[in-house]
C-alpha cells in the first residue's frame, strides 16, 4: 500500500512549510513570496492584470480519472490563459486549498508536482495561497497576476470593423478528450478488470488533461511587432468567445465553416462518438486556445505565425454573429454552452 500521510500529523503549517520548500522564485518583480501575511510585488510601471478561478471537485474535474498531477498543471493553465488573452506576461500564482479528510499529505504533493511543473514551464512563481478543511471533496481557487506594457494590454471591446478574426491552434479536442475520458470511466466502473482503450485519443485526451495556455503566441505577437486590436481566451467554446468579442466591441462578426481548424483525431473521435465535429469546435470549450482581431493593415505579420489561422472578420453590423457554411447557407452563430461552468 501507498504511504499514507493524514495532513493531522504535519499541522496546517508544517504542510505550507513542505510546499513552500519545493518553489524556487523565478521573477525579479515578487519582493517577497510565501511565509509573511502577504506576498509583496513590485510592477516597476507596468500595468499588473490579475484574475482568479474556482474549481469545485464534482464540477469541474472528476478525479475518478484526472490524475492529481494533470489537475494541479490544468488550474495553473486555465488561469494563466485568461492573462493571456490580456497580451500579458505571467508572473505569480496564490492558490486556496479546500481539503477534506480524503486527502493525505502525498495526495497534495501530487497535486503540487503539477502546479510546480506549471511554474516552471510558464515561469510564474507561487507567493502565496490558503489551506482550509473542506466537508467535502477539493476545492482550488487559483489566483494570477501578469505584466504588460500599458500600449500593449488588449481587452475585448476595440475590435474594429473590418478587422480579421484569427484563432490560435485547432479547436473541439478538448471535449472529446473528456468523452473518451469518461466513456473510460464507465468501462471501468462496469468492470474494473478492462484495459483502457485510449488508442489513437493520445491528443484528444491530452488537450483535456493538460492544456497549455498559449504564452508563445503572446511572445509571438511581439516579435512581429503586432498588438491584436481585441483577445479572448477560448475557455467556453469559439461561438461563446466570439459573441463576447462582439458584444464587448459592438460589432457583428462573419466567420466561415472552411477556416475553422480541427485536428484530424477530433475529427476521428467526433465520429466515434457521433457527435458533429463543428459543433465540438463551437460549442465544445476547455481548448483554451486565442481568439483575437488584428487590422487589416497588421494581418500580412500575424498570417506568417504557425498556428494562426483566419477564421472570418468583424463587421459593423452590430447583431450580426454568423457562420457561412461550405454549402454556402449563412447561419446564426449560438451559444448553447452559456451558464455551464
Ligand atoms: P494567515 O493566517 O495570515 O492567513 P497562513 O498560515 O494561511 O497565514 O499562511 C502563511 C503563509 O503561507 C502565507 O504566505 C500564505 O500566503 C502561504 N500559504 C498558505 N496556504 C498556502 C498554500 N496552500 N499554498 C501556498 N502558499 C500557502
Ligand atoms: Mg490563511
Redesign the pocket.
Known sequence: MEKRTEIGEVG??GL?NH??SKFTQKQDWTDLG????T?VLDPKGNKVVTTTELFIEGVHFDLGYTPLQHLGFKVVSVVLSDIAAMNAIPAQI??G?GLSNRFSVESVDALYEGIQLACEEYKVD?V????TSSPQGLIISMTATGVVEADKLVQRGTAKPNDVLCVTGDLGAALMGLHSLEREKQVFLANPDMKPELEGKSYVVLRQLKPMARFDMIHEFRDVGVVPTSMIDCSDGLASEIIHLCNASGLGARIFEKNIPIDDETYLAATEFNVSPLTAALNGGEDYELVFTVSQEDFPKVEKIADVTAIGYMTNIGNERVMVMKSDAIVDLTAPGFGKQ
Open positions: 496546517e503549517f505550507i510546499i513552500a510565501i511565509g509573511d501575511d506576498a496564490t492558490i486549498l507561487l502565496g495561497g490558503d489551506t
